[in-house]
């Protein structure tokens, strides 16, 4: 069984960085899509950023290009969201996410493993 187990949010002021930290318990970490997704109050999910398995290949939401950095470095399990020039708009509870498919993970529908959340709070 795989487990997700999500650091690093809290509260920033706008213009701020934060890195949140996802490590991947349970299977091999290396053949599986890793990505970020984050959900605002009152609105829906919506998908923030994506890996590939290799790590050759990366996608993000158009809200966060420029800004924001997924990687999975070697010999970790972990895979990392770098949030920089942060905005009150980027408040959310971000969801770390794993599947095996790629196109699974870029949809959001359906991916296999969620975790439980990490609150990111950006202040004005």
């Known amino acids: 069984q795989v487990q997700l187990v999500e650091s690093g949010g809290g509260l920033v002021q706008a213009g701020g960085s934060l890195r949140l930290s996802c490590e991947l318990k349970g299977r091999t970490f290396a053949t599986y899509a890793m990505g970020w997704f984050r959900q605002a109050p009152g609105k829906e999910r919506e998908f923030v950023a994506a890996i590939s398995r290799g790590g050759a290949t990366t996608n993000y939401a158009d809200s966060v290009k420029g800004r924001f950095t997924i990687s999975r470095p070697d010999a970790k399990d972990t895979v990392y969201l770098q949030m920089n020039s942060l905005t009150p708009e980027d408040t959310a509870v971000y969801y770390c996410?794993?599947?095996?498919?790629?196109?699974?993970?870029?949809?959001?529908?359906?991916?296999?493993?969620w975790g439980k959340g990490a609150l990111v709070t950006v202040s004005s």
């Open positions: 996410a794993a599947d095996q498919n790629w196109f699974t993970m870029t949809s959001g529908t359906r991916v296999a493993y």
